[in-house]
């Protein structure tokens, strides 16, 4: 079946339920330009964790698209993206940080926005601008749409008593982008994800927050990140 995914057309064959479901918006036609399939060195590592076989399908796929897109100028980010105003809003860290929890008192607080992918939303830097696209990938949540909008700004969240945002630095800007995303281990696609990553960089703002689970975070986080 051909899908496209983040501008790309993709030839993917799902077995099961799940990843079927989750790909079915993005079902498109035309000549594949991807075939994502699950990676036998991803199955064996996966199978040694979840003993489903529609969810090991899912996550090898995953890492399968996102590692191959670096190769067509677009990363993942390891994130939850809410779209507000038409601008997607990025919030990324490690597991357990409160990424969806986060995003989740944007709807509250702002009930047009909605998430555009709750795990593994892609970053295409564009000659017009950087996009984000949602992508099937959303993690345990599933909270994904097939669509696009304009990057405003990347935040990478810790959990704290206090609500606190600032701007990182450029230095701690690749370093946050670098340990969210997939790092190749060859030199030829290192070099293509540190070029994406100075392009994200040079033209988005990116910041650090620590922030509690109330609705005073995401009101704080917008005004922000909007500039207001």
Avoid at 37 to 45: G, I, L, M, S, V
Avoid at 146 to 154: D, T
Wanted: proline share 6%.
């Amino acid at each position: 079946m051909i899908y496209e995914i983040a501008g790309l057309k993709v030839r993917m064959c799902p077995e099961y339920g799940f990843l079927l479901g989750q790909s079915e918006p993005y079902r498109s036609s035309g000549d594949p330009v991807l075939d994502i399939k699950p990676n036998p060195w991803d199955e064996a590592r996966v199978r040694m964790e979840i003993t489903s076989e529609e969810k090991r399908e899912y996550i090898c796929c995953s890492a399968a698209f996102c590692r191959e897109i670096l190769s067509f100028g677009r990363l993942f980010l390891h994130a939850s993206a809410v779209v507000q105003e038409g601008e997607a809003y990025l919030f990324a860290g490690p597991s357990g940080t409160g990424k969806s929890t986060h995003t989740a008192l944007w709807r509250q607080l702002f009930p047009k926005s909605f998430i555009l992918n709750d795990d593994k939303p892609v970053i295409w830097p564009r000659e017009d601008g950087i996009m984000v696209y949602g992508t099937p990938f959303a993690g345990k949540t599933s909270l994904q749409v097939n669509r696009a909008a304009p990057l405003k700004g990347i935040c990478f969240l810790k959990q704290g008593s206090k609500n606190r945002i600032r701007q990182a630095a450029e230095e701690e800007a690749i370093a946050f982008l670098l340990n969210n995303t997939f790092r190749p281990k060859d030199n030829y696609r290192m070099n293509l994800l540190f070029n994406l990553i100075e392009q994200i960089v040079t033209q988005i703002n990116i910041y650090e927050m620590t922030c509690t689970r109330e609705p005073e975070a995401a009101q704080l986080a917008y005004q922000v990140m909007k500039g207001k």
